[in-house]
């Protein structure tokens, strides 16, 4: 399984654009990169999910360099109600020859806090 | 509405009380999994089942059962709880199509066992 390591919290202020990046070293060929967003007690949000390049959805990007190594999560002009904690999940739900992949391990979080 | 949808939101129990928190979702999903989140700890999946019939072992399925006997059910038994599960439970499912992880969460399930 692929370990994903980020950073323990991040601060931004309101209407700045928000970079989160996440590092997995060995991350597996038929794994995707997916990031999560987690209010308190509530159950984590998919946000956007990717293989390689660049993604783009209504709410976020999704940068992922060649060697997949890392990626990062853009969020533009954020506001008060995008602090979270933000997760970065790779894995895979591959079924192939009686071989499951379904073992998903989150990773501790990102704590991102917006200021006024 | 698309939905997981996990019962009871919240428990309290006594130690060694059997006790089941049901999850439910209605898309039609093949994959779906059970979390614990405690402090300091984040999210640690404890089971999970790739389609009905088919079920193995998260990071810490220790004191946990699961079954899987309709796609749109999944149910987590704790036969003897013990205080150490007090915890936050999460139910998710996914599409299960390909690879991709992107998963629906319920609302949670706090459990605490005095």
């Known amino acids: 399984l692929a370990k994903t390591t980020q950073p323990i919290s991040m601060d931004s202020y309101e209407g700045q654009e928000v970079n989160i990046t996440c590092s997995h070293n060995n991350i597996a060929t038929n794994d995707y990169i997916t990031w999560y967003q987690q209010f308190p007690s509530q159950g984590p949000r998919f946000i956007i999910q990717g293989y390689k390049t660049k993604v783009t959805n209504e709410v976020a990007s999704l940068f992922i360099p060649a060697d997949r190594k890392s990626s990062t999560l853009s969020l533009p002009r954020v506001s008060l109600s995008d602090t979270a904690v933000y997760y970065c999940l790779v894995g895979s739900l591959l079924n192939a020859g009686g071989t499951s992949y379904g073992k998903l391990t989150f990773g501790q979080g990102t704590i991102l806090t917006v200021h006024p | 509405e698309a939905q997981v949808t996990q019962n009871p939101r919240y428990l309290i129990t006594v130690t060694g009380k059997k006790l089941t928190v049901t999850c439910s979702q209605n898309?039609?999903?093949?994959?779906m999994s059970w979390y614990r989140q405690d402090p300091g700890l984040g999210l640690r999946q404890i089971y999970y089942?790739?389609?009905?019939?088919?079920?193995d072992k998260g990071d810490v399925p220790e004191g946990y059962k699961v079954s899987r006997k309709e796609k749109r059910n999944f149910p987590l038994i704790l036969e003897s709880p013990s205080p150490n599960q007090t915890s936050l439970y999460f139910c998710?499912?996914?599409?299960?199509?390909?690879?991709?992880?992107?998963?629906?969460f319920g609302q949670g399930t706090r459990l605490t066992v005095v």
């Open positions: 998710a499912s996914s599409p299960g199509t390909g690879k991709k992880t992107e998963a629906f």
């Open positions: 898309m039609n999903h093949e994959y």
């Open positions: 089942s790739m389609n009905v019939e088919v079920t």
